[in-house]
């Protein structure tokens, strides 16, 4: 079983509508979880980070943890083209001390 | 901008050759990182200083060799390498607290690396 598994996608959705994306994670000791957009041939660039259970909103962005049901989500509201990225999870576990990235899904966001 | 700054951007490289990565940050971050991504797939770390003291090394071969001058410089020099070392290499830094480096990553724009 994969440490943290993402839907690879491609996930479509059309201008203005919102995007779900969703990460579950294997250690029930896992502490900080993040999420990144990378465009194509770009590095990885921070959107959100959530440490505790419930949702965080900033702007767009929500990210949702539920730490029992061992997910983390994101969800992109009023999506743009310019959303259109892979999004990465990325889960600092309870024992490693560095970040277990996902495999990332690519979201297309259709105008 | 990123906060964090790599050079070269591209690197063209024999198997023969030798040749360094740079990484600079000014965050007053004292854990950085590299990565290496290649096409299609999440990062991969490589190594990770913390309070310019290397802590982590994953199983990476020799022909990469990390180094970390200061707080705010780190580098990757190269030698030796091989076709499949093309990737991307990202460097990142964040801060260090207490036992866990819970402070999210932030990433540099990256080397593209071409090993001919």
């Known amino acids: 079983q994969k440490e943290v598994e993402q839907n690879s996608g491609p996930l479509s959705v059309p201008e203005g509508a919102i995007a779900s994306l969703n990460c579950t994670y294997s250690d029930r000791g896992s502490q900080s979880f993040f999420w990144y957009r990378q465009y194509s041939g770009k590095s990885p660039e921070l959107i959100m980070f959530?440490?505790?259970?419930g949702d965080k909103e900033d702007g767009r962005f929500t990210a949702q943890l539920n730490k029992a049901s061992q997910y983390v989500s994101l969800l992109i509201r009023d999506s743009q083209p310019s959303d259109s990225a892979t999004y990465l999870c990325a889960v600092l576990s309870g024992s490693a001390r560095q970040l277990t990235f996902g495999s990332g899904t690519q979201l297309t966001v259709l105008p | 901008d990123t906060e964090v700054t790599q050079t070269p951007k591209h690197l063209v490289m024999g198997m023969t050759n030798k040749k360094s990565l740079k990484c600079e940050q000014h965050m007053g971050h004292r854990a950085m990182y590299w990565y290496k991504q290649k096409a299609k797939k999440p990062p991969e770390l490589m190594f990770v200083?913390?309070?310019?003291?290397?802590?982590i090394n994953e199983s990476v071969p020799s022909r990469f060799s990390p180094e970390c001058p200061n707080s705010s410089l780190l580098n990757l020099h190269l030698h030796a390498l091989q076709p499949e070392d093309s990737a991307l290499y990202l460097c990142?830094?964040?801060?260090?607290?207490?036992?866990?480096?819970?402070?999210?990553?932030?990433f540099g724009n990256g080397t593209r690396l071409t090993v001919t």
């Open positions: 959530i440490y505790s259970n």
């Open positions: 200083y913390s309070y310019e003291k290397l802590s």
């Open positions: 990142a830094s964040s801060q260090v607290t207490g036992r866990s480096y819970n402070s999210p990553l932030h």
